[in-house]
């Protein structure tokens, strides 16, 4: 009689039914079929590599960490919240709206206004070519600027002292009017104090994590700001924030915010530069008097002057842009809009007997104007 090896452990045989098949239990509804005999167990089946946990966590990660990376780099700022110098208070698409007294977010300094009162003028309405256009009105226009003969709507030295004691805020301004940090009290004294008269849309840029941080904003008549030669609105006097020109935004604005009594989109102005630097500025009292003032002074030398022919400033539809301004001696950061020269209107006047003729379309100073298509605070 032979006498069997000892069992390795393993089944001696194959497991009772089909090597393979359906998964499902079989027909006639009886309880699942034995395990194999033998007296043996079945290996445990492989774990997948998803299985590990592991392995689990790493690939999650990695992932996590890809979608990070491709939102930051295809962002147009490549990681901030809005414009290309920095981070913005509105979204892509809006405009913020600042009343005049507002300081409005992240503001540069105390406010320096002196003056928020001029006697308001409202341009006439006209059809715009896109979504995203403007009326426009060049910065030397009689009319387009008020305030109080003798009286200055700035205190230009107590910014001067505000940016004194802060260094970084000074750098971040410097870096927005394009001017080296050292130079930045000869630039504010440069500026002339003036009063809008008319909502004006600007970049506007706030101070935030030692930066500028720009975003499209409507200024609302009666603002106090400082002006460049070129009639350029460059300073915010009730913030201390550094203005620069409109830029285009990829749709059509909206507006966020509050708005003011009376606030109607269409009656909106860019101011566009001069074609040429702007000795003396014409400007209304609130009482409806006219006088004069001289570039960078801050109401000193006022004189009163007659009415002009045209009172109110005449307008032109604009479009921002991407086109670098060369028309002011300090430039901004952002693009100066242009204009369609073969589209303009005129706004009523005060003198409802006085007829007046649009300037021509607002150039770059070097005989060349550009224009864009425009494609969001």
Known sequence: MSVEPPSSGRPTGPPS???SGPSQPPSGGGPPSEPPSGGGQAPE????????VPRVA??????????ILAVVLTRPDGGGTGASDGGTSTAEGEVFLQPAADTG?????????????????SPSPTELATRNAVQGVQGGAPGLYGGTRNVASCDVEKQITFFKGAPDKQRAFASVARVDPPDVPAYLRSLTPVVLRIDTRVTNHGYSNG?????????QAGTAVLVDDRGMPRVRCACGNPLSAPVAQ??????TGDAWPGFKQSNVVAVTPAPEPVDVFVMCEPDGEWFERHKGDTGTRDRKTEKPDKPSPSVSITTPTGTTD?????PPTSEPPTSDPGTSSEPPTSDPGTSSQPPPPPGDGTGSDTTDQAPSS
């Open 211 to 219: 930066r500028a941080t720009g975003y499209q904003a409507v200024l």
């Open 58 to 67: 790493l690939i999650a990660t990695a992932v996590v960490a890809a979608v």
């Open 45 to 52: 089946p492989r774990r997948p590599w998803w299985g590990s």
């Open 250 to 255: 990829q749709s059509a604005p909206k507006t």
């Open 105 to 121: 977010p992240d503001p540069f300094t105390e406010s320096t206004a002196k003056e928020s009162s001029a006697s308001p003028v």
């Open 326 to 330: 060369t028309t002011s001696s300090e």
């Open 17 to 19: 039914g089909p090597l």
